[in-house]
């Protein structure tokens, strides 16, 4: 095999390896933490590091009370007509946030397990 | 003699190692330019025609969420969300100052050139439907509260008063998601945002495909559970809008009131369906059909697919059975185990 020949056979293994680096380490890194924002009227609350809690954290934003654990964050009680924050349960993935309206309440996981669909038409 | 024939073999030589290299030289031109190219795909993955913008705001009574991808996302989500509230301040019926309030208070000139031509549209739906989606019946709906919340369940007296007399207001609640879905998606579109997903509160719009070219994959909530999900639907470019009466009830006496009031019964529609996702290009159709079909039942539904065919559908009975039109065949995926395919009729 000739010199030239080697030396861009080299670079091509370089580089192959390079990318499978970069895939296994985009594909590890979003597992590694899972973080939970809360936002009231758009702003950020809280901001809690769900991968991290020893065990079950609570706390209360305005009218609702939020339960977070390593597995999930959810609303448990709101002081709204329509439940319907509570009625939705615990989210475990970046998809659907939970919402509560009237208070103008969003409860997301922003880094984490992403589910296997882009959007949820309710 | 000797040193002649070596000058020859010399001579020789050179040639050979002249031709070798011009040889060599284009050999390692093509085999420079493969891992350039790689290199320039590695590059890709931080390039800016994938990197996306998200914004999102209370509007409609909902919460809204718009993400557009490439150089233009930032300005075009921002637009979308001053879009969404000019629309807000000009479509809604319960504040003071918008235009439908103004019609509702009297004042029959109050409609804008855009409102009217929503409104005109909202009733050729309602007329195409047999009227099982009409905008005029918000008496109706105030009666029984779904408006501000002060649900109660009105008299039979106060609900035929209600059906028998001539409305002169108007709800542009069935449309006015949808058609701000059509109006930011047709911005996008100009602006030149070829990849965005517009979520409006349920309402799905999509412009173009995912930014790698793949279609969107949507997941139709599960009526009982609000955590999982009927099955998923592929799509490009199209509205994909779900209506089921398990979005907004109230209970009294141990009877559960949705808020999808038939408009000639004037009471929440028993249709034997728990959810409608209409899937079609435009949103106003997508959002006041998936109401209409809802109202109508499986199979008036499926027989207005039959003959307009503008729009696919997904239904769910209270039978726990899925039934889909005929163009959703190939992009629908069940994903629940509490439901079964339907038979198709």
Known sequence: MRKSNRFWLMLFAALLLLCALAAVLIALLPSQGSTAVIYVDGEEVARIELTQLQEPYELTVGGNRIFATRAGIAVVEADCKDQSCVRQGMITDTGMPIVCLPNRLVVQIESGEAPEFDAVSS | ?345
């Not at chain 2, 000639?264 to 249709?271: I, N, V």
């Not at chain 2, 059975?321 to 185990?337: C, K, M, P, Q």
Request: aromatic fraction near 10%; proline fraction near 2%; charged fraction near 20%.
């Open chain 2, 1 to 345: 003699m000797f040193i002649l024939v070596d000058f020859y073999s010399f001579s020789f030589t050179i040639e050979l190692v002249i031709r070798y290299i011009i040889y060599e030289t284009s050999v390692t031109m093509k085999k420079t330019i493969i891992p350039l190219l790689l290199c320039l795909l590695l590059l890709g993955a931080c390039d800016k025609s994938t990197e996306s913008f998200s914004t999102s705001t209370f509007a409609m009574d909902t919460y809204m969420k718009f993400t557009a991808y490439g150089r233009h996302g930032q300005s075009a989500v921002d637009e979308a969300i001053e879009t969404v509230h000019e629309l807000d301040a000009r479509l809604s019926v319960t504040d003071s100052a918008s235009e439908i309030y103004a019609y509702n208070s009297g004042d029959s000139d109050a409609l804008g050139e855009e409102t009217q031509a929503l409104v005109d549209e909202a009733l050729a739906i309602g007329a195409r439907t047999d009227w099982a989606v009409d905008i005029r019946i918000y008496p109706l709906v105030r009666a029984w509260g779904f408006t501000t919340e002060e649900y109660r369940v009105p008299s039979q007296e106060e609900i035929d008063e209600l059906l028998a007399e001539e409305s002169t207001m108007l709800d542009l609640g069935a449309v006015a998601k949808g058609y701000a879905g059509d109006l930011i998606a047709a911005q996008m579109r100009e602006a030149g945002v070829s990849s965005a997903l517009l979520e409006l509160s349920g309402n799905i719009h999509c412009v173009g495909t995912k930014p790698d070219g793949s279609l969107w994959t949507v997941a139709i909530q599960d009526p009982l559970d609000p955590s999982s999900y009927v099955g998923t639907v592929k799509i490009a470019d199209m509205a994909v809008v779900t209506s089921g009466g398990y979005e907004r009830h109230f209970e009294q006496d141990g009877v559960r009131y949705h808020h999808i009031i038939d408009p000639k019964t004037g009471y929440p529609a028993e249709s034997g369906l728990v959810s409608v996702t209409v899937v079609c290009e435009s949103g106003t159709l997508a959002d006041a059909l998936s109401t209409a079909l809802f109202v109508m039942g499986l199979d008036d539904a499926m027989a207005h697919y039959d003959a307009y065919g503008d729009f696919e559908a997904i239904f769910v009975t209270q039978d726990d059975e899925v039934y889909i039109t005929a163009g959703l065949t190939d992009s629908f995926t069940l994903l629940s185990e509490r439901y079964v395919m339907g038979a198709q009729s």
